[in-house]
């Protein structure tokens, strides 16, 4: 079974950095592409970030380009996502999820890890 | 545009059929997947590629498309299926585009 658990949330102030990571268990993490999907309080779901299954190709959504890094570690099926320069908007919740083998989808997701962003 | 439009909220009586909107230019061109997110819970892929049901999703939830819209409908509607509904595709750059979300409500 499929085991998606986020960890490294938290209250940070504008301005901030913040590293999630993300613990994979139940397949096999480095064939697979991963990504990260994000919920405002109260709002809907932004696709904000996916990575392949390699490491060697990146996406980012617009608002997070050169703030955010996706990365992971097949070693240790971990993915982690470093957060800098952040601002109340990127207040949400932030899930982890793993893409099926044609990456267009999110096949399962994590619980989720709230970050506040708020002085 | 990679833009997906969905209707805020759709309300049904439970047991009649409750049809759920998403449109989009690329639609046509792109697979379309759907999530249910119920309150607190994380999003749960409910069709796939237009119109395959994962395992464990019942039949009577189903998708289809026609043109620059793809439809979920959700056939003999249960007070379980209250939820948060999303659609997503793909965008000319590969990446993933959300719907705005759909709020069932079952009267």
């Known amino acids: 079974e499929v085991h998606l658990l986020e960890s490294g949330g938290g209250l940070v102030q504008p301005g901030g950095s913040l590293r999630l990571s993300c613990a994979a268990s139940g397949f096999t993490f480095r064939s697979y592409a991963m990504s990260w999907v994000r919920q405002a309080p109260g709002k809907g779901l932004e696709w904000v970030s996916s990575?392949?299954?390699?490491?060697?190709?990146?996406y980012y959504t617009d608002s997070v380009r050169g703030r955010f890094t996706i990365s992971r570690d097949n070693s240790k099926s971990t993915l982690h996502l470093q957060m800098h320069s952040l601002s109340p908007a990127d207040t949400a919740i932030y899930y982890c999820?793993?893409?099926?083998?044609?990456?267009?989808?999110?096949?399962?997701w994590g619980q989720g890890t709230l970050v506040t962003v708020s002085s | 545009s990679s833009e997906l439009t969905q209707p805020p909220s759709v309300s049904v009586s439970p047991g009649q059929t409750a049809r759920i909107a998403c449109s989009g230019d690329?639609?046509?061109?792109?697979?379309a997947y759907w999530y249910r997110q119920k309150p607190g819970q994380a999003p749960v892929v409910v069709i796939y590629n237009d119109n395959e049901r994962p395992s464990g999703i019942p039949e009577r939830i189903s998708g289809s498309t026609s043109g620059t819209t793809v439809t979920l409908t959700i056939r003999g509607v249960q007070a379980e299926d209250e939820a948060d509904y999303y659609c997503?595709?793909?965008?000319?750059?590969?990446?993933?585009?959300f719907g705005g979300g759909t709020r069932l409500t079952v009267l």
């Open positions: 997503q595709s793909v965008d000319s750059a590969g990446t993933k585009v």
């Open positions: 999820a793993k893409d099926p083998p044609a990456p267009d989808y999110c096949e399962h």
């Open positions: 990575i392949s299954h390699n490491g060697d190709s990146t």
């Open positions: 690329a639609l046509p061109r792109r697979y």
